[in-house]
C-alpha cells in the first residue's frame, strides 16, 4: 500500500505556549490548543495545516527580537544565523532558556543534525521536565531513525504530560504500525479521530489497520470517509482501489470499483506514478481480464524503481498462470 508522504514544514514562530511563564499560560481548566510544536509533528506526519503565531517571551525585549530574528532566518534556512540569534536570546534571557532550546532543537532537526536535536530536547527536559512539546521532538528523531520503540515511549510520555495532543496519538499510531502492532496503532487513531473527525488522513491510516486486521467492513469505511473528505488524493485512490480487488475476504472485493479507483488515481497523476499501474493490473485481474493485467504490470515494470521489480515479476507470474492476488490479513 502506499505511505503517506511525508511534507517538510515552515518553521516561522515556533514556539512552546507551554513554556512561558506561568502567567501567560492558558487556565488549568481549558483545553489548550495545540501548541507551534505539537501543529509542527501534525504537519511532519500527515499533512495538517498549519498556522503558527509570531509570539515570544515577553520577559525580556532585546531577547525577544534575537528570537524573532532567528525564526525569520530559519524560515529562509539560514540555520547557522538562526541559532547564532538563539544563542545570543538565552545569553539576554535566562528565565526563558527552556524556549530557545526547544525552537533550537528544532531546528537542528530540520537540517538534519539529529544528535544536536535530542541533545537540545533533553536540556529542555532537564530545565522544565513539565514540558511535553521536548519529548514529541525527541520522538521525532528517533522516528527518523527508525527507533519506534523509543518514539513509543517518548510519545506516551507526552501524553502523560498532555492527554490531549493529537499529534502524539498520531505519531504513536504510526510507530505502533512500524513495529507490526496493528491493534495499538489502531486504538491511537481512534483517539487522534475523536479529536479530529475530518481528517481524512487519519482515516485512511485507521483503514489501513483495520484491513491489516482483517476488520474489513470498518476498512472500506474508513477508506470512504477518506474519500468524501478527500475525493481526489492519489494514495486514498489507490489503497481503496487494492483494497476492492485484492481483499482476502470475496464479499468485499469488486472489481468495477476497484477499475474506477485506479482510473481516477491514474487520472489524478496524469499517468506518472506506476503504482496507478499495478492497480489497474490488479483490477483488470480481479475482472478476470489476466491479459491485460499481464500488459498493466509490464508498464509498471518499466517505470517502476528497480527495488520494486521483484513483486511486480512475482504478480506477473501470477496473471500469466490466471490467478489473482490476494492480500492476507494478520486476524
Known amino acids: 500500500m502506499p505511505h503517506s508522504s511525508i511534507c517538510i514544514i515552515a518553521i516561522l514562530g515556533l514556539f512552546l505556549a507551554a513554556a512561558l511563564p506561568c502567567s501567560?499560560?492558558?487556565?488549568?481548566?481549558?483545553?489548550?490548543?495545540?501548541?507551534?510544536?505539537?501543529?509542527?509533528?501534525?504537519?511532519?506526519?500527515?499533512?495538517?495545516?498549519?498556522?503558527?503565531?509570531?509570539?515570544?517571551?515577553?520577559?525580556?525585549?532585546?531577547?525577544?527580537?534575537?528570537?524573532?530574528?532567528?525564526?525569520t532566518l530559519a524560515a529562509q534556512k539560514k540555520w547557522d544565523e538562526s541559532k547564532a540569534e538563539l544563542s545570543e536570546a538565552?545569553?539576554?534571557?535566562?528565565?526563558?532558556?527552556?524556549?530557545?532550546?526547544?525552537?533550537?532543537?528544532?531546528?537542528h532537526r530540520l537540517e538534519g543534525d539529529y544528535d544536536d536535536a535530542v541533545r537540545d530536547a533533553e536540556m529542555?527536559?532537564?530545565?522544565?521536565?513539565?514540558?511535553?512539546?521536548a519529548y514529541l521532538l525527541r520522538a521525532m528523531v528517533w522516528s527518523k531513525r527508525g527507533m519506534h520503540q523509543q518514539t513509543v515511549r517518548d510519545l506516551d510520555k507526552a501524553l502523560e504530560l498532555e492527554p490531549e495532543t493529537l499529534?502524539?496519538?498520531?505519531?504513536?499510531?504510526?510507530?505502533?504500525?512500524?513495529?507490526?502492532?496493528?491493534?495499538?496503532?489502531?486504538?491511537?487513531?481512534?483517539?487522534?479521530l475523536r479529536r479530529s473527525p475530518k481528517d481524512a488522513t487519519l482515516h485512511w491510516n485507521r483503514g489501513n489497520a483495520h484491513w491489516q486486521l482483517g476488520h474489513n467492513a470498518e476498512a472500506q469505511a474508513d477508506y470512504e470517509a477518506a474519500l468524501t473528505l478527500e475525493p481526489a488524493k492519489p494514495q486514498f485512490l489507490l489503497t481503496a482501489a487494492s483494497f476492492h480487488s485484492t481483499c482476502a475476504d470475496?464479499?468485499?472485493?469488486n472489481a468495477a470499483k476497484a477499475f474506477d479507483y485506479a482510473k481516477r488515481a491514474g487520472e489524478a497523476t496524469n499517468w506518472t506514478d506506476w503504482t496507478a499501474l499495478a492497480a489497474l493490473a490488479d483490477a483488470y485481474a480481479e475482472a478476470g481480464d489476466f491479459a491485460n493485467a499481464g500488459q498493466m504490470t509490464a508498464k509498471a515494470l518499466e517505470a517502476a524503481p528497480v527495488g520494486e521489480h521483484a513483486w511486480l515479476r512475482d504478480r506477473q507470474t501470477m496473471f500469466q498462470a490466471g490467478k489473482s492476488f490476494r492480500t492476507a490479513s494478520k486476524r
Open 167 to 192: 499529534a502524539a496519538y498520531v505519531m504513536r499510531g504510526n510507530a505502533h504500525r512500524a513495529l507490526g502492532d496493528e491493534s495499538r496503532a489502531l486504538a491511537d487513531y481512534t483517539e487522534a
Open 124 to 133: 529542555v527536559m532537564t530545565l522544565r521536565p513539565q514540558v511535553a512539546d
Open 250 to 253: 470475496p464479499a468485499f472485493r
Open 90 to 107: 538565552m545569553r539576554l534571557d535566562p528565565i526563558n532558556t527552556h524556549v530557545y532550546y526547544l525552537f533550537r532543537s528544532q531546528v
Open 24 to 71: 501567560a499560560q492558558s487556565p488549568a481548566s481549558e483545553t489548550p490548543p495545540p501548541t507551534a510544536v505539537q501543529q509542527s509533528v501534525q504537519q511532519t506526519t500527515y499533512g495538517a495545516p498549519l498556522q503558527v503565531p509570531h509570539t515570544a517571551p515577553a520577559s525580556s525585549a532585546p531577547a525577544t527580537e534575537h528570537y524573532r530574528r532567528a525564526q
